[in-house]
T-cell receptor
Framework: ETGVTQTPRHLVMGMTNKKSLKCEQH?????MYWYKQSAKKPLELMFV???????ENNSVPSRFSPECPNSSHLFLHLHTLQPEDSALYLC??????????????FGPGTRLLVL | AQSVAQPEDQVNVAEGNPLTVKCTYS??????LFWYVQYPNRGLQFLLK??????LVKGSYGFEAEFNKSQTSFHLKKPSALVSDSALYFC??????????????FGKGTKLSVIP
């Protein structure tokens, strides 16, 4: 689990705040992902980056803005969030892109509460 | 379209007894199937996957899963449950036909409780 790290682990923010979530993978992988995990719902894929290029954006509201400056780092910039955005945000990485039988490895997540 | 179902929200089993966590799937082509486990306040940990070949897949911590194409199932099993196995288990599927693009579709999860 230490292969993918996320900071902060917990975050409380108001609806007018701007904050960023950080993910770092130490596995030498080429693809990174953001997922949202809400109670009683399946994991929702938000964004996929392969070789630092965004390859998927699953109809995520613009108040979530991803950034992938290099293959080891992934950010999720947050602004003007809503209370329903409160969730566990998980970062994952995989070796050779989001294809076929590639295994995704997850970080511990950031627990976000929007007040 | 691809989908996965975990029909049981919760499974209770006595320590030392065998456990089964059920998963069924639906894909257009052939499936790639995964099991993950999540402990409280932690991320998902990879347990095992089926790509091709032997229908019985062995994974971490003594877990195994059996791929059954005719029943479109991929149930997770362990011969003897430990209290430390208590966690949330997720089944996931990706379609090899490309219909699901990059999506790895997860089930809603099954909470496993192992009773001492």
């Amino acid at each position: 689990e230490t292969g993918v790290t996320q900071t902060p682990r917990h975050l409380v923010m108001g609806m007018t705040n701007k904050k960023s979530l950080k993910c770092e993978q130490h596995l030498g992988h080429n693809a990174m992902y953001w997922y949202k995990q809400s109670a009683k719902k399946p994991l929702e894929l938000m964004f996929v980056y392969s070789l630092e290029e965004r390859v998927e954006n699953n109809s995520v509201p613009s108040r979530f803005s991803p950034e992938c400056p290099n293959s080891s780092h992934l950010f999720l910039h947050l602004h003007t969030l809503q209370p329903e955005d409160s969730a566990l945000y998980l970062c994952a990485s995989s070796q050779d892109g989001p294809v076929e039988g590639e295994t995704q490895y997850f970080g511990p997540g950031t627990r976000l509460l929007v007040l | 379209a691809q989908s996965v179902a975990q029909p049981e929200d919760q499974v209770n089993v006595a320590e030392g007894n065998p456990l089964t966590v059920k998963c069924t799937y639906s894909v257009s082509g052939n499936p790639y199937l995964f099991w993950y486990v999540q402990y409280p306040n932690r991320g998902l940990q990879f347990l095992l996957k089926y790509i091709t070949g032997d229908n019985l897949v062995k994974g971490s911590y003594g877990f195994e899963a059996e791929f059954n194409k005719s029943q479109t199932s991929f149930h997770l099993k362990k011969p003897s449950a430990l209290v430390s196995d208590s966690a949330l288990y997720f089944c996931a599927v990706r379609d090899d036909s490309g219909a699901g693009s990059y999506q790895l579709t997860f089930g809603k999860g099954t909470k496993l409780s192992v009773i001492p």
